[in-house]
């Protein structure tokens, strides 16, 4: 099997279609007609041998062949928008500005060091991060005030598409001195009665939280309600109870007192991903800026464990 003989549209009109899982918006997004971009598909698929995508009257979905070849079709093009071509096809000048929003427990554990590798091919663009909620992240990326966000899922939603990058399990965040702290694997039926910190409800944290915990039946006692993570974790660290918080929130500096620890007899955990806009396609450099961050993402997710 050989790419070398199809064009940077073709490996473009791949993507778009895996992302849109639709080819009328994936034709519109890349200003192409329906039956221009389908030949195109057609011509990779001639080159690989084998049907790359399933379709169906509802939606369209990568085939085993189309999921085996798009990690290197993504590579060959963040190539291609990093080389020499890709900033002669920019003008040379690499200028700009990129707007993401995202959950702030999404970029506390990646960003940085993501930047600093985006920084080294895109030095003139900057980058701006709305630390947002999940629902404030959802509206930003819909109305085009971010280009893309790092939030929880969304409901029902034709303006936007979600992929899933990483599972954030909740567990017991209490103190050092706390007795809690002192159970080698504490279980869920171990906070009841306890006075608890959380998180407010119809919050996207809240709403997971309170799912999970359903087919329990615990009386738990949420005596401190908050609206961001880092105050739950400011009540948690002053000693006015414990809270049950997603791992990555407890992994910034506010909670570096603190112990986080899974707990036993049921698994909770939200979902990170990318939230898109299908139909409006990305600058070369937010494509390349996303790339780094999914990449980031999915190495954590190999290499994570859960303690016992």
């Keep these: 099997m050989s790419l070398l003989n199809c064009e940077i549209l073709d490996l473009r009109s791949l993507v778009a279609v895996a992302e849109c899982r639709n080819f009328v918006r994936a034709a519109h997004q890349l200003n192409l007609s329906q039956p221009a971009l389908s030949r195109r598909v057609q011509k990779l698929e001639a080159l690989v041998g084998e ?10 979905r990568l085939t085993p062949a189309g999921q085996q070849i798009m990690p290197l079709v993504r590579r060959l093009l963040d190539e291609i928008d990093t080389s020499l071509l890709g900033k002669m096809a920019l003008g040379e000048r690499q200028d700009g500005r990129i707007v993401l929003a995202s959950i702030p427990s999404a970029t506390v554990r990646f960003l940085p060091s993501v930047l600093e590798q985006f920084g080294r091919d895109y030095r003139n663009v900057r980058v701006r991060v709305l630390d947002l909620s999940a629902t404030e992240c959802a509206e930003a990326v819909r109305t085009g005030a971010a280009e893309f966000g790092l939030a929880l899922p969304v409901s029902s939603d034709a303006d936007l598409v979600f992929e899933p990058l990483y599972n954030d399990h909740y567990g ?5 001195d706390d007795p809690l702290a002192a159970i080698d694997k504490p279980r869920w039926e171990d906070l ?3 006075r608890l910190v959380t998180v407010h409800t119809g919050s996207g944290n809240r709403t997971t939280l309170d799912a999970g915990l359903a087919p329990l039946n615990l009386d738990l006692r949420w005596f401190y309600e908050v609206t961001r993570l880092t105050s739950a974790l400011a009540l948690v660290d002053a000693g006015l109870g414990a809270s049950i918080l997603p791992r990555l929130a407890c992994e910034g500096p506010e909670a570096r007192d603190l112990v986080w620890k899974p707990l036993q007899g049921a698994t909770i955990f939200r979902t ?3 939230l898109r806009r299908p139909a409006v396609a990305l600058s070369p450099a937010a494509h390349r800026l996303l790339g780094l961050l999914c990449d980031a993402w999915r190495e954590r997710g190999r290499n994570d464990t859960i303690p016992d």
């Excluded at 049907?51 to 369209?60: C, D, G, K, Q, W």
């Excluded at 017991?172 to 050092?176: A, F, G, M, S």
């Design 51 to 60: 049907a790359l995508f399933e379709r169906s009257t509802r939606s369209v």
């Design 172 to 176: 017991l965040v209490c103190r050092k």
């Design 192 to 194: 009841v009665g306890l």
């Design 272 to 274: 990170i991903g990318v």
